[in-house]
Nanobody, 124 residues
Framework: QVQLVESGGGLVQAGGSLRLSCAASGRTFSRYGMGWFRQAPEKGREFVAGINWSGSSARYADSVKGRFTVSRDNAKNTVYLQMNSLKFEDTAVYYC?????????????????WGQGTQVTVSS
């Protein structure tokens, strides 16, 4: 069982930056693949970024590539999402998710555990 708690969301102007954190409980965090997803009002949940168990491999949605960076610190049981050059269309609730296969999948169905989400609002 893994419990995930996101933090770091807030209100930021377009062009600004935020860093989201996702703290995980459990002793086996280092084995889990982690993902970040987001959901805007009246839209479906979409993949943002994923990272494998060791942090050696990451993948990104085309819409955030070059602006967002996913990383993890297994010693702290935490995964991060650094978001730079934020745009109005990045406004959404951001969720982190974990899967025991160790891969940062793009498919949300591959994830077993989800956090409660943190709101990111970008003003234009």
């Amino acid at each position: 069982q893994v419990q995930l708690v996101e933090s770091g969301g807030g209100l930021v102007q377009a062009g600004g930056s935020l860093r989201l954190s996702c703290a995980a409980s459990g002793r086996t965090f280092s084995r889990y693949g982690m993902g970040w997803f987001r959901q805007a009002p009246e839209k479906g949940r979409e993949f943002v970024a994923g990272i494998n168990w060791s942090g050696s491999s990451a993948r990104y949605a085309d819409s955030v590539k070059g602006r967002f960076t996913v990383s993890r610190d297994n010693a702290k049981n935490t995964v991060y999402l650094q978001m730079n050059s934020l745009k109005f269309e990045d406004t959404a609730v951001y969720y982190c998710a974990a899967n025991p296969l160790g891969v940062g999948f793009q498919d949300s169905n591959q994830y077993n555990y989800w956090g409660q989400g943190t709101q990111v609002t970008v003003s234009s």
